[in-house]
Structure formats: structure tokens, C-alpha cells
């Protein structure tokens, strides 16, 4: 499937947040065109395209650098500083999505915040190493970090689900040359995926790995099945691995969720790594159920032969 493509002109673009963590968001696209089956902002994002499938179609806000130093010189004619807080890229968006090796939109706004001299953190997430390319912009900032979502270690399970983003092992490496270079990392374990990351095996593995690569933080994020995101996940299970259902249905409940912090925790015990908020994030009210024999007591199921996923240019 071709994406499409819409040059926009956005009308604001550093925009308050009310995300943990982040006082500021800026997006320079919307839309993501890696189209993650567990996405969530899939959700938030569908507004402005309903009708269209989320991974489809990306709206790239051209305007965005000279908008946000316009915004930025207005802040700070009112706040009489050059910190407005803490940063955030992106929320509704992968800030290195393949067509930023078009449109550098990111990089530019990165160039604008190095020129503005901004003082607070600048936080970027991604799953694209396309984000080293940017290493030199990177160490003119102040204080920034770069995080890398990172769900497993298993290509195999990374291109299952997060269909069209770079496999994890490319991440991984990325994460390593981040470090070398002198820039802050940190993970993001978000969402800790149902039946593939939750034994203590597992855990304990992607920790490993992660402090090979020198990342000091990591953030843990529970599966949120809410309707939406459910629907659209479990009709793509549904037509590739149906014996996936039961235990993803079994990860919406408040007893799964318990015993995985408590292999979370334990796994985080004796580590130098800090966890994120100091907590593991759950966006939604749980519900009870009894169905808790997945966890940790695995089913063999088989994944589907990779595809050929069609639009690989943000493999760099
Ligand atoms: S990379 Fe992030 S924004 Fe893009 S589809 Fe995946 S989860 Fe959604």
C-alpha cells in the first residue's frame, strides 16, 4: 500500500501536555506510517482522518520549524526565560518516521530549539535508528534524551506487531551508538506485551540487554486494551494468530497486571537502572477477572510467516 501523503501547514505546534513526564509536546507530523498494531495513537489521532486506516496516511506539518520558533520567542518574551519545562517528541507521531529522512522536520526543530539556546529537557521516543543521522544536532542541546521503544527482543515478534517500524534489533544497536556518543538514553517497555515479554525469564533478558547498551531508565507500560484500541487489535490477531486471543484477553486484568509488577520489580532489584515515574503505567481502570493462567505459563503459539510489508523506505 502506497502511504498518502498531505503537506499541511499546522496552526500551533509546541503544544502543553498532559502526558506524565512531558509539559510540552510537538509533533511534527500526524499520523505514523509504522502503523503498530497496539498503537494508541491510532486513537487520539483519528479525528482528523476517520475514515482512513491509521498507518495509511501522514500529515507532514511543513511549517512546523519556523512555526515553532515563532512560538518560542513569544514564550519567552512572556515567561522571561528560555525553560518552559520539559519537551516531548512526539505524542500523536514517530518523530523519525521514514519520511523525516525527506523532510528532516524534526531535525529542523531540533536546530531551532540548539539556535534558541532552550535550557529544559528535550525528550525524544522513537523506533527508528534514523535518529543517530541527527547525532550532531543532538550535542548542541542542552540537555537531552533519546528513548527507544522497545517491546521485545525478537525481530520476529517486533515486525508481527509493529508492523512497518525498524525490527528491534536495529533499536538496539542504535541505542548503543547513542551511548557511545555521550547522549542520555533510556526504554521504553511500552506496552509489556502479553504472552511474549511477561516471565521473569523474559524480563530479565530485555533489562540485560538494555544495560549492555548502556541505558540508564527504563519505562514500563501495561497493554491498554481499552474498546478502540481492543477492536483493532484483536480483528488483526483474529486473522493472524487467533490463539494469541486468550492470553491478550487475559493481560486486561487487575490480577495479571499485579503479578506482572511484582516480576517487574523483582527483576528491577539490584539493577543500576531507575525506573521511570518510579512506577509502572496503566492508563485505564482495571477490571477483575479470573482468567490468570497465561502469565508465565506459555502455550506454544506459532507466528505468522513475515510479509513482505510493502513501504520499507524508513528502514535506514
Ligand atoms: S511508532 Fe508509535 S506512533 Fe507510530 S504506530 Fe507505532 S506506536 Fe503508534
Known amino acids: 500500500m502506497v502511504p498518502k501523503l498531505n503537506l499541511v501547514q499546522a496552526k500551533s505546534i509546541l503544544i502543553k501536555s498532559g502526558l506524565p513526564g512531558a509539559d510540552y509536546v510537538i509533533n511534527p507530523y500526524n499520523g505514523c506510517l509504522f502503523g503498530c498494531m497496539y498503537c494508541y495513537a491510532a486513537q487520539i489521532a483519528r479525528w482528523k482522518h476517520p475514515t482512513e486506516e491509521w498507518g495509511s496516511y501522514l500529515d507532514v506539518k511543513t511549517n512546523a520549524p519556523e512555526l515553532l520558533k515563532k512560538e518560542l520567542t513569544n514564550l519567552e ?17 514517530d518523530p523519525y518516521v521514514g519520511m523525516e529522512a525527506k523532510y528532516q522536520l524534526t531535525r529542523k526543530c531540533l536546530e531551532v530549539l540548539a539556535d534558541f539556546g532552550y535550557e529544559g529537557n528535550i525528550s525524544i521516543q522513537t523506533k527508528s535508528p534514523l535518529v543517530t543521522k541527527d547525532i550532531d544536532v543532538l550535542k548542541k542541546l542542552k540537555d537531552v534524551t533519546v528513548g ?8 520476529k515478534v517486533s515486525r508481527f506487531l509493529e508492523v512497518k517500524a525498524p525490527p528491534v534489533s536495529s533499536r538496539i544497536e542504535a541505542l548503543k551508538k547513542l551511548f557511545k556518543e555521550g547522549i ?44 478502540r484500541i481492543k477492536a483493532r487489535l484483536f480483528a488483526f490477531l483474529k486473522k493472524e494468530s487467533p490463539e494469541l486471543i486468550p492470553p491478550f484477553e487475559t493481560a486486561d486484568s487487575e490480577e495479571y497486571r499485579e ?3 511484582k516480576i517487574i520489580r523483582q527483576a528491577m532489584k539490584g539493577r543500576s537502572l531507575k525506573m521511570g515515574l518510579g512506577k509502572i503505567i496503566y492508563h485505564r481502570k482495571p477490571r477483575r477477572s ?27
Open 184 to 227: 542520555d538514553t533510556y526504554a521504553f517497555i511500552g506496552p509489556i506485551l502479553p504472552y511474549f515479554v511477561n516471565s521473569e525469564e523474559k524480563i530479565n533478558q530485555l533489562l540485560d540487554k538494555l544495560q549492555q547498551v548502556g541505558v540508564k531508565e527504563v519505562w514500563f507500560e501495561h497493554i491498554n486494551l481499552s474498546p
Open 290 to 316: 479470573k482468567l490468570i493462567n497465561f502469565l508465565g505459563k506459555k502455550q506454544i503459539v506459532s507466528l505468522p510467516l513475515i510479509k513482505n510489508t510493502g513501504d520499507r523506505n524508513h528502514l535506514l
Open 259 to 261: 503479578k506482572l509488577e
Open 148 to 155: 527507544f521503544t522497545v517491546t521485545t527482543l525478537d525481530d
Open 77 to 93: 518574551k512572556r515567561l522571561k526565560n528560555k525553560n518552559f519545562g520539559s519537551i516531548f517528541f512526539s505524542s500523536v507521531t
